[in-house]
């Protein structure tokens, strides 16, 4: 794990399990995951299709779908385990220090509101201000997120939004809370670059000012070169590798973290044929023997279905799971 | 496959320049407005977004169109005006030499087989309450494509060729990753062998390697059955990849259009040259010259006059707050809307 020279971490993850319970038994979907953001710092969390990103995300909110659950592992903020609290305790929580910005805007946007009286809401949940106020705020906020002609929008139900103006309005849902830890999951998958980076450049600008800190899910490994401190690559329910993101670039160990950076388009020709990574990401409910990545790695040998490869550091501050490494 | 009787079924074929082309796809001078409530204390001014503002494009036959373009410019209005999916306030769609707006309902139909979407919001478009295999063989029945034991090889294929395992068929939406569901709507949409696709963001939501398991996918299938695509992206590296022209949209209008080479290596519409400038990479971390557009985001219901970018945009000139510059093709098809930087 990575540990944050002289700050001490807003968010500790330790050793987390989380599992679905199913007719079939457990399914563990989270599998033994670490990681620790300072304040002011960005975390990008990167994997597979699949690989229980959002299952973590949503374990640190405890805000499991029904049939899941955290079986293991402590998740620390301000050094306090979040699982020893109370329901009323994480509700509180989830109002004033920890915000979410969620994948599917449509799932947490209700659309009987307007998304003003929606942003408004989540103002009033941390600060006692007027309802005109509120709706002052949540004017403001749609301009902060660079979402035009604020004053008329803010009137507007959710349908009468295009995809990436909703996905906006989560953005300002979560800022406007004021948090000391965002956990953003793909929060910029349906917005065209240059508002994109705008919102990034804010999200940066937060961490500067205000000591933000930020889980930040996404499968966009340009966004995680620009903007990340520290990157955690997960593949089916673990991590695969951990380091600064200059570190990871530079020197990326695990097999899988480079088949990733191989199958990025633009790397070769135009209209030539991407390399995917052969197979499918295993299913959770059935994973291989040894290590996750084994049927489809170019370097396994045979030791590789066996052995499970522990997390090691095999440079400084750089950890990697993966034996031939 | 289907064959229809009736007599709506002989839609007086198109005659224009265009339409007599190899185009599968053409628009001309489409428009939608939305209604955006009303102005004034006796609200008396009724307000509209001009979400698609006067869009003639053509998609060829087995090409791929990307479509790019500012957040709110009207992509997913325009791919879902093409279905028909809603209706135009102005202009008209001609799919196959048939003006789709003379077509009957039993035709229109039989036609939505060959026009498949795949939604932006893969979660809001998939039916929490059903079963993956009654969302992805529901086309099949709809069209009698497949039955029984068939139908059964056929959903297990489409899943398989999505990344997805058979088992997924019993199981819900919600119990799926959101690259996941993605993928459940691309299964949908293949699943009656349509012959155009509007692909709205069909892999924002996936990591790299399945977004390239997916990509390669599509262009095996354009390759194989002469698929048509409209892909709408954010990403321009993915749509730079699978795209042979790319229209750049801003604010309901095609600003600029060209071959992917003219587009990516020649821009010419400052708003494109900010896009580009814009994309994050890993080789250029930190050392990009960005180029950033200042003010507001305009107002699609009472956007700027003249051309609507000169609010942010970094050569304006006096002529680009009076005149509004059309789309003008020049060499090679190159189309730009721009009158300080015309086509080449
Ligand atoms: N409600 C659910 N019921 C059963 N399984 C689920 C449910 N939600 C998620 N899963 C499974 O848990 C695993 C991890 O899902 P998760 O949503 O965390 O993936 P992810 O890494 O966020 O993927 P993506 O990039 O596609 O969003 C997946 O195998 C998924 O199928
Ligand atoms: N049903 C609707 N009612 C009212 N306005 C709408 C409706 N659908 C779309 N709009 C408006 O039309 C404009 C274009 O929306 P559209 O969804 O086509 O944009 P887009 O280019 O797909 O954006 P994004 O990249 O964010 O998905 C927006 O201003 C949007 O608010
Ligand atoms: S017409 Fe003028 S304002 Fe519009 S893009 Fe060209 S230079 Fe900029
Ligand atoms: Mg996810
Ligand atoms: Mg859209």
């Known amino acids: 794990m990575i540990r944050c020279n002289l700050m001490q971490p807003l968010l500790e993850i330790r050793d987390l399990q989380t599992s679905f319970f199913t007719e079939h038994g457990e399914v563990r979907v989270v599998d033994h995951v670490g990681l620790s953001i300072a304040p002011g710092r960005l975390m990008g969390l990167v994997g597979e299709s699949g690989s229980g990103k959002t299952i973590t995300a949503l374990s640190i909110m405890r805000l499991l779908p029904e049939r899941a659950r955290i079986v293991g592992g402590q998740i620390l903020f301000e050094g306090r385990d979040l699982r020893q609290l109370s329901e009323e305790q994480m509700r509180r929580m989830r109002g004033a220090s920890i915000a979410m910005i969620f994948q599917e805007p449509m799932t947490s946007l209700n659309p009987v509101f307007t998304v003003g009286s929606q942003i408004a809401e989540a103002v009033r949940l941390h600060q006692k201000v007027s309802r005109a106020e509120a709706r002052k705020r949540a004017i403001e906020m749609l301009r902060v997120v660079k979402i035009a002609d604020p004053e008329r929008r803010v009137d507007d139900y959710p349908h009468q939004l295009s995809g990436g103006m909703r996905q906006r309005v989560m953005i300002a849902m979560a800022l406007s809370c004021r948090p000391k830890l965002l956990i953003a999951d793909e929060p910029t998958t349906a917005l065209d670059v240059t508002i994109q980076s705008q919102i990034l450049d804010l999200i940066r600008e937060l961490q500067q000012q205000f000591q933000l800190a930020v889980l930040l899910v996404t499968h966009d490994l340009g966004i995680v070169a620009e903007y990340a401190d520290d990157i955690t690559i997960l593949y089916a329910s673990r991590v695969m590798e951990q380091s600064s993101a200059g570190e990871l670039f530079s020197n990326p160990l695990n097999p899988y973290t480079r088949a990733l950076l191989q199958s990025i388009p633009g790397a070769g020709g135009r209209h030539r044929r991407l390399q995917a990574i052969p197979g499918t990401i295993p299913n959770p409910a059935d994973p291989p023997p040894g290590c996750r990545f084994n049927p489809r790695c170019p370097m396994a040998i045979e030791d590789c279905s066996r052995i499970d490869p522990p997390l090691e550091a095999k440079r400084p501050n750089h950890y990697v799971s993966c034996i031939r490494v | 496959m289907c064959p229809v009787s009736g007599s709506d079924s002989a839609a007086p074929k198109v005659a224009s320049a265009a339409a007599r082309s190899d185009a599968l796809v053409v628009t001309e001078d489409l428009r939608k407005e939305f209604a955006a409530g009303s102005e004034g204390l006796l609200a008396r001014r009724k307000l509209t977004v001009k979400a698609v503002d006067g869009v003639s494009i053509e998609i060829a036959r087995g090409e791929t169109l990307g479509l790019v373009g500012e957040s709110g410019s009207g992509k997913s209005t325009l791919g879902r005006l093409i279905l028909r999916l809603i209706e135009p306030t102005g202009g008209r769609i001609v799919f196959d030499g048939r003006d789709l707006s003379s077509l009957g309902r039993a035709r229109m139909r039989q036609l939505r087989r060959e026009m498949q979407i795949v939604f932006q919001d893969p979660y809001a478009s998939l039916n929490p309450r059903m079963r993956v295999g009654a969302i992805v063989g529901e086309g099949i029945d709809i069209h009698k494509l497949a039955r029984g034991r068939e139908k059964q090889d056929r959903l297990v294929e489409l899943l398989r060729m999505v990344g997805l395992d058979a ?127 200042p003010g507001e985001l305009p107002s699609p219901v009472d956007p700027p006059a003249g051309c609507s970018f000169h609010p942010r945009c970094p050569h304006a000139k006096d002529v680009c707050r009076k005149a509004v510059p059309a789309l003008e093709s020049g060499a090679g098809g190159h189309a730009v809307a721009c009158q300080v930087f015309p086509a080449p």
């Open chain 2, 167 to 293: 088992d997924a068929l019993t199981r819900y939406p919600h119990e799926f990753s959101g690259g996941q569901r993605q993928r459940i709507g691309i299964a949908r949409a293949l699943s009656v062998n349509p012959r155009f696709l509007v692909l709205d963001e069909p892999v924002s939501a996936l990591d790299v390697s399945i977004q390239a398991q997916i990509i390669n996918l599509l262009q095996d299938l354009q390759d194989r059955l002469k698929l048509t695509y409209l892909f709408i992206a954010h990403d321009l590296r993915v749509v730079e990849h699978i795209s042979r022209r790319v229209a750049i949209m801003y604010l309901g209008k095609i600003v600029e259009l060209g071959t992917s080479d003219q587009i990516y290596s020649n821009p010419r519409h400052p708003y494109t040259r900010a896009l580009l400038s814009a994309v994050p990479s890993i080789d250029a971390a930190g050392k990009r010259e960005r180029i950033r557009l």
